[in-house]
């Protein structure tokens, strides 16, 4: 093994005090997931108040918006830090989150619902643009804390923070939901009872949806409060030494932050452009499964709350996640040199198997449909660990790593918004068109990650033949 590939040794005080600086903000990460898909679950739980077509522009308004935040703050986070970005996307997240909550609690008391769509549409897009700090700090953050040969494994802790995000939003806000029920459909657990004592639904008249907003933005604030005292930028602002992590940064460190050079750099290189291509498809798949299949059993299907998968298609969500990221970490680092676009590729062919396996099971009993999204799951989560959170890194370098990470989850964004747009009429029409829809991005996502399978990147020194 040669110097460059022997994994990166570091001192144990060293790893846990980069482990104190993460995980908060990983949880800070997550929370700001339960404040975005909580509209998912509020759907769901409005019934007739928000049908698919309403959801499905609103969710495009927000998407669209967080796909095009990145202009703005995905260059404004490598000028003034991961830190500061983390602290305002949770500050604002939680405001709007706020008035998201009395904004349904208006409309449930008074029985004025007529502009929901429009109302909504407006305030979910405010959300979405504070959301667009979450992923563009914890990259820019960890990419002075991780070398390259390490970066692999930080892959999979993203899509793992990820998936936590997911379990928060679907089962934790599942449960607030249920919790603050005017009746109650089923057994409450002792977090759900503790929550529906604190909200004061035990005397409720109706259905307080409200809370699966508000209890997200109150997490968002405690969370922004301990990352002011915990999260630093870089290792040299807890005591440690800065290192060369071998990255596309790498000779360049001491340059001044120039936002016409950052942008030439990330638009011109082939590489990057490329992963862009194959978010904004990793966009249609994540979100076409994820969140349309909760909302398939329940219109389509007609289970009830306390179904299995509608009761934890969180849990079944986070644990595919967590599965799906390791595995494409471990797979990246141990097996791939650290190449991130084989294990995109291989992910991606597993999606595809899934999407023309959907086609033929649609009506089939719910446990295999269940079965092959989760697995589908696993895979679009492990690729998006692999190049949102790790490959922007790697290309765009520390300097210019939000600014990377945020082209590139701006893609995913707008994948995301055109299959919101897409289903949402899709499936208003006839379910059967849900499937075939997918397919076509699985197999040219497929084709892009064939096409960067031996990318790496290269030092800013080595580039320029210093």
Same mark, same amino acid.
């Given at each position: 093994?040669?110097a460059?590939a022997? =994994?990166?040794?570091h001192?144990?005080?060293?790893r846990?005090r980069?482990f #104190?600086?993460?995980?908060p ?6 929370f700001l997931y339960?404040?975005r898909?909580?509209?998912?679950v509020?759907k769901?739980?409005?019934g ?5 077509e309403?959801?499905g %522009? ?7 918006t ?7 703050n995905g ?5 003034l830090g991961g830190k500061?970005?983390?602290?305002f ?6 405001m709007?989150?706020?008035i998201? @909550? ?8 008074t ?13 979910y897009a405010g959300n979405m643009y504070?959301? *667009?700090?979450g992923a563009?700090?914890?990259v820019?953050v960890n990419?002075s804390w991780f070398h390259?040969r390490?970066?692999?494994?930080f892959g999979?802790?993203f899509? %793992?923070?990820i ?6 939003a ?16 089923s057994?409450?657990?002792?977090l759900?009872?503790?929550v529906?004592? #604190?909200t ?12 699966v907003?508000?209890v =997200?933005?109150?997490l ?5 409060l301990i990352?002011v005292?915990?999260l630093?930028d870089?290792? /040299?602002e807890a005591?440690?030494e800065?290192?060369?992590?071998a990255?596309? *940064?790498?000779g360049?460190?001491?340059?001044e932050?120039?936002l ?5 750099k990330i638009?011109?290189n082939?590489i990057?452009? +490329?992963i862009?291509?194959?978010e904004?498809?990793s966009?249609?798949m994540?979100?076409g ?5 909760p909302?398939? %059993?329940?219109s389509?299907l007609?289970?009830?709350?306390d179904h299995f998968?509608r009761?934890?298609?969180?849990l079944?969500l ?6 799906g990221g ?5 797979l990246s680092d141990?097996?791939?040199?650290s190449?991130?676009? =084989?294990?995109?590729a291989?992910?991606y ?11 033929? +099971? ?7 449909l ?11 989560? @492990? ?6 959170g790790? /490959?922007?890194?790697d290309? @765009? ?10 082209l590139?989850d701006?893609?995913?964004?707008l994948?995301?918004?055109?299959q919101s747009?897409s ?9 059967n068109?849900?499937?075939p ?7 040219i996502?497929l084709?892009?990650?064939?096409? %960067?399978?031996y990318?790496? =990147?290269?030092?800013a020194?080595?580039?320029e033949g210093?």
């Amino acid at each position: 093994m040669t110097a460059a590939a022997r =994994p990166i040794q570091h001192s144990r005080a060293y790893r846990l005090r980069r482990f #104190v600086n993460w995980f908060p903000m990983g949880l800070t990460y997550a929370f700001l997931y339960m404040g975005r898909y909580n509209l998912t679950v509020s759907k769901n739980a409005l019934g007739s108040l928000m049908t698919n077509e309403d959801f499905g %522009i609103i969710f495009a308004a927000g998407t669209f918006t967080y796909a095009f935040a990145f202009l703005i703050n995905g260059p404004l986070t490598d000028k003034l830090g991961g830190k500061k970005a983390i602290l305002f996307g949770a500050l604002g997240s939680g405001m709007m989150n706020l008035i998201m @909550g009395l904004t349904i609690r208006s409309m449930l008391l008074t029985g004025h619902e007529a502009h929901l769509r429009l109302v909504f549409s407006l305030l979910y897009a405010g959300n979405m643009y504070f959301q *667009s700090f979450g992923a563009v700090a914890i990259v820019k953050v960890n990419a002075s804390w991780f070398h390259v040969r390490e970066r692999g494994i930080f892959g999979g802790i993203f899509g %793992i923070l990820i998936s936590l995000g997911i379990y928060f939003a679907f089962d934790w806000g599942y449960g607030v939901v249920e919790a603050t029920k005017a009746t109650l459909d089923s057994h409450l657990g002792f977090l759900q009872v503790l929550v529906r004592h #604190v909200t004061g639904a035990t005397n409720a008249t109706i259905d307080e949806t409200w809370w699966v907003f508000i209890v =997200p933005a109150v997490l968002l604030w405690a969370m922004f409060l301990i990352e002011v005292f915990l999260l630093r930028d870089k290792p /040299s602002e807890a005591g440690f030494e800065d290192f060369d992590t071998a990255d596309a *940064s790498s000779g360049e460190m001491d340059e001044e932050f120039r936002l016409f050079h950052v942008l030439k750099k990330i638009l011109t290189n082939p590489i990057i452009l +490329t992963i862009a291509a194959i978010e904004f498809c990793s966009g249609v798949m994540r979100n076409g499964i994820m969140h349309w299949y909760p909302i398939y %059993i329940k219109s389509a299907l007609h289970y009830g709350p306390d179904h299995f998968m509608r009761e934890h298609w969180g849990l079944i969500l986070m644990v595919a996640g967590v599965f799906g990221g390791m595995f494409a970490g471990w797979l990246s680092d141990h097996v791939f040199g650290s190449r991130r676009g =084989p294990v995109a590729a291989l992910l991606y062919g597993f999606m595809l198997g899934g999407a023309i396996a959907m086609v033929f +099971t649609l009506r089939t009993p719910w446990y295999v449909l269940g079965g092959i999204v989760a697995f589908m799951s696993l895979s679009v989560i @492990g690729v998006h660990g692999m190049l949102s959170g790790t /490959s922007t890194m790697d290309f @765009g370098g520390r300097k210019s790593a939000a600014t990377a990470v945020g082209l590139i989850d701006g893609f995913v964004y707008l994948g995301t918004g055109v299959q919101s747009i897409s289903l949402g009429f899709l499936t208003t029409a006839n379910w059967n068109y849900w499937p075939p829809f997918l397919i076509p991005f699985a197999v040219i996502g497929l084709v892009l990650a064939i096409r %960067i399978w031996y990318a790496f =990147p290269q030092p800013a020194k080595k580039r320029e033949g210093h």
